[in-house]
């Protein structure tokens, strides 16, 4: 086990690919909000949750990561992802990756229940009300599906949204309507894709704010692409980098092709 020295709470913040690969500056936001928090935040070696994988029926590959993740993770107290979709696969899917193992069942199971995503691990878990960051302007919001739909995600970063000074939360029509990405899906359904994406492009577009935020990279990266192809000017950020103050880094845009072959 991974001792506490100050009696805090001992938080694996798991960082997601995304957010390593293309906005860092999301996991060191989730960071600073976890410390403000009064937790003891670490951040072990790590990889993919498998969700690539396990959407795409390859289930001995997410096994194997699984239980990689698992064994990385399993010593600290809680593990914190500022991602609904990698939350999800951690809490939801581990458990049913081995439910006819029961040695490894119970651990998925025991692993399962330390998991949160991180608007949900701030104010369910640790009950924090507000934060002490200001945002001067009127910001829309989108409900990722896999944060709403398998956790339950939708007031909690509202209510921490709330409490920062100077924001005005204007809400969208069908906040909660899918933005196209779902992982694979954009790429094995690119037209179907595309046509969702226009459609909530349009609903960001009617709400009339400058920035619109979300709690998934993949669904930022989703709508900024399509925004920048329609030449919009609005804003596309992970609610983390406001909760946290950190919103000096540019806003999320679509990755390169250049980005995207390396």
């Known amino acids: 086990m991974i001792s506490a020295t100050n009696g ?38 790590q990889t993919c949750c498998g969700q690539p994988a396990y959407n795409s029926g390859d289930r001995p590959l997410a096994k194997e990561i699984a239980l990689q993740v698992i064994e990385t993770f399993s ?8 991602s609904g979709s990698c939350a999800a696969m951690l809490a939801k899917h ?26 949900s691990f701030l104010t369910d878990v640790l009950g924090v009300e507000s934060v002490a960051a200001s945002y001067g302007r009127r910001v829309t919001f989108h409900d990722s599906c896999s944060g709403l739909r398998e956790l339950g995600i939708a007031k909690q970063p509202r209510k921490l949204l709330a409490s920062v000074k100077g924001l005005e939360l204007v809400e969208m029509e069908e ?31 009617a709400a009339d704010a400058p920035v619109v935020l979300a709690g998934d990279l993949g669904c930022l990266m989703n709508m900024a692409g399509k925004l920048a192809r329609d030449g919009s000017q609005i804003e596309v950020r992970h609610f983390a980098e406001v909760l946290a103050g950190m919103t ?4 999320i ?10």
Do not use: M, W
């Not at 010593?75 to 500022?82: H, K, L, R, S, T």
């Not at 909660?176 to 577009?205: D, L, M, Q």
């Not at 000096?248 to 806003?251: G, Q, R």
């Open 8 to 45: 805090k709470p001992r938080v694996a913040l798991f960082v997601t690919c995304l957010v390593d690969l293309f906005r860092p500056s999301i996991g060191f936001a989730a960071v600073k909000l976890l410390e403000e928090a009064q937790c003891e935040v670490f951040v072990p070696s």
């Open 75 to 82: 010593p600290y107290d809680y593990v914190v992802a500022p």
């Open 94 to 119: 581990y458990p049913g990756l081995f439910a006819h193992d029961p040695n490894l069942a119970s651990r998925a199971y025991q692993f399962a229940d330390k998991v949160h995503e991180l608007a």
């Open 175 to 205: 906040s909660e309507t899918c933005c196209g990405f779902g992982g694979t899906f954009a790429v094995k359904f690119g037209e179907i894709s595309a046509a969702i994406a226009e459609r909530k492009v349009e609903n960001i577009e």
């Open 248 to 251: 000096d880094e540019p806003a």
């Open 253 to 262: 845009c679509a990755p390169s092709e250049k980005a995207i072959a390396r």
